[in-house]
Nanobody
Framework: VQLQASGGGLVQAGGSLRLSCATS????????VGWFRQALGKEREFVAG????????SYEDSVKGRFTISKNSAKNTVDLQMNSLKPEDTAVYYC???????????????????WGQGTLVTVSS
């Protein structure tokens, strides 16, 4: 499974960006898809996750109310709408997917076998 993350860029604080994660398998049916990020000099951290079939979503506390993860069935992508961006959101954002992720492991990067190449999000102050 190959994943392609896109949509990153440079935005001012308070602005918005929308990231998309596409799969080479044409559908994320039966997959959990997670968005993670890694800032310079920091460890990779969970941002949001979605179970395609059930629509269950999960968010890291610092992005709740600002970020929304959703599935786009027409495009077979999992999107991350990021609003009210802050400079501390600056990072490379990665999407990851796996079919065998239990609910409690959605925030755990070790639960995912398939990763995209990352897209850089830079938020200026």
């Amino acid at each position: 499974v190959q994943l392609q993350a896109s949509g990153g860029g440079l935005v001012q604080a308070g602005g918005s960006l929308r990231l998309s994660c596409a799969t080479s398998e044409h559908t994320f049916r039966r997959y959990v898809v997670g968005w993670f990020r890694q800032a310079l000099g920091k460890e990779r951290e969970f941002v949001a996750g979605l179970r395609w079939n059930s629509g269950f979503t999960s968010y890291e506390d610092s992005v709740k109310g600002r970020f929304t993860i959703s599935k786009n069935s027409a495009k077979n992508t999992v999107d991350l709408q990021m609003n009210s961006l802050k400079p501390e959101d600056t990072a490379v954002y990665y999407c990851a997917a796996d079919q065998n992720v239990i609910q409690s492991s959605i925030p755990d990067s070790r639960a995912y076998d398939h990763w995209g190449q990352g897209t850089l999000v830079t938020v200026s102050s």
